[in-house]
């Protein structure tokens, strides 16, 4: 397999607290996202905190995808990382959208490459 | 909890076959990082790929740890993400040497500080 990879970090702010604090929606978000981009899911596992919040990630066979969210103050971090021929766009602007967020900036950056990665980075911020 | 959080990722390279390929090592040496770093460990789970290849996560409370190897590279692909007052850098190096890399890169992320982040990430190269 080959090493290079796609890896968005995404900044989703102003979600919706509800969908931010509930676990299961979060993982069918999660899992439908990863389908979407055409990933073959691998293991799924999801935690949820006392008194709010959520971490889980999903890895399929081309990485994975991770998510951190803080109800109270509206916003998730999140990750989609794929190798090979996926897009992680597609799973990351559909996540963005499952969790209402009204302000997101998504950053790319290559995985595998070789060399320094940063300076290939690509930003994408919307209101 | 706050939002704000350090994300270090590692390209590892030349690393050695044998322990990119060991699914044990390779969660035994990403726990004992975690906890190097002082994390609370809350979910494990490694994948084991045919004919080689491993990926991971340990999920922190303070957010995440992951690996996707391609032992036929020597590459490894980490990421570790830390909220809170860890050091998500301890880890990060602490694996690069468990891995035996010879040549490693790492990039730091803020995360969840509102504005775009990538202006703000910091890379340290080395051989």
Redesign the interface.
Known sequence: ?E?M?R?V?A?L?ECEFDKLNDVNFIERTFVDAALKAGAEV??V?F?K?APQ?V???V?I?E??L?I?S?P??G?A?I?V?T?GDLDPTIAAKYIADALGSQTS?M?E?P??M?????GK?R?T?HA
Chains 1, 2 share one sequence.
């Open positions: 397999m090493t990879g890896h970090i900044e702010w691998r293991e596992v935690h905190f919040g971490s889980g990630v890895i066979s990485s994975h991770t951190h803080f109270e103050h916003y971090s990750d990382y190798c900036e950053t950056i995985r595998g070789g060399p320094v990665t940063v980075a930003v911020a």
